[in-house]
């Protein structure tokens, strides 16, 4: 092969779930089963690099200053469901069972990785409840070691003077696991299920 489809499928393959085969497959469907395709795609992803943005108030995907279920007035604006990741919070909307809106935190914490408060989206957060904007924060982060010590500084932090009620949601999710690899069922039953977390 060139040295230019090479790189070609070397940059697919740091795609999640992207291997070695499937990066081929996709570098051969491009080139050769389906070349029309390609400048339709590069278009897509330079307009998207161009357009898309992180919503100033929540962290999702927007293409203005706040995403469309930020601005969405049928949403609870005082309900707020604290995600670790965007495909979190598709996986929760896909569900259809949460009509409130979103925080995503792009990440949690882990000082084993180097990963502190400064670098996940917190700031803002904390900056939602302190204005009185928030009722309750439902927290939907993972089940793990690493999810539990952001709930825990989460909580930590928040104004104590305001009204806001903490819950988690209910697992029926395995240990260890994510929003993102559940089925809309188990994600119902998850929000359904949420209790008060302290």
């Known amino acids: 092969m060139t040295p230019a489809f090479e790189r070609l499928q070397q940059q697919l393959k740091q795609l999640p779930g992207v291997g070695y085969r499937s990066a081929e497959r996709i570098a051969l469907h491009l080139l050769v ?11 897509a ?3 998207a690099a161009r357009s898309v943005r992180r919503c100033q108030r929540c962290g999702n995907l927007a293409e203005a200053e706040h995403c469309a279920i930020c601005d969405d007035e049928r ?7 604290v995600v670790e990741n965007v495909p979190d919070l598709v996986a929760l909307e896909r569900s ?3 009509r409130g809106v979103y925080h995503v935190l792009h990440g949690k914490l882990s000082p084993i990785h180097g990963v502190g408060p400064g670098e ?19 927290l939907a982060l993972s089940n793990d070691v690493e999810g539990e010590a952001t709930c825990h500084y989460l909580t930590e932090h928040l104004p104590k003077d305001l009204p806001i009620q ?8 395995p240990s260890g696991g994510g929003v993102l690899y559940a089925d809309s069922v188990t994600l119902k039953s ?8 302290s």
């Open 166 to 173: 903490v819950t988690r949601i209910g697992f029926g999710l």
């Open 120 to 138: 996940i989206n917190l700031k803002t957060l904390l900056g939602r409840a302190q204005a009185g904007a928030v009722r309750e924060l439902i």
């Open 33 to 43: 089963g389906k070349p029309e395709a390609l400048p339709v795609l590069i278009q």
């Open 45 to 47: 992803l330079e307009e």
């Open 190 to 197: 998850a929000l359904d299920a949420r209790r008060e977390y």
């Open 75 to 81: 949403r609870d604006q005082r309900i707020v469901c």
């Open 96 to 98: 259809g069972a949460y």
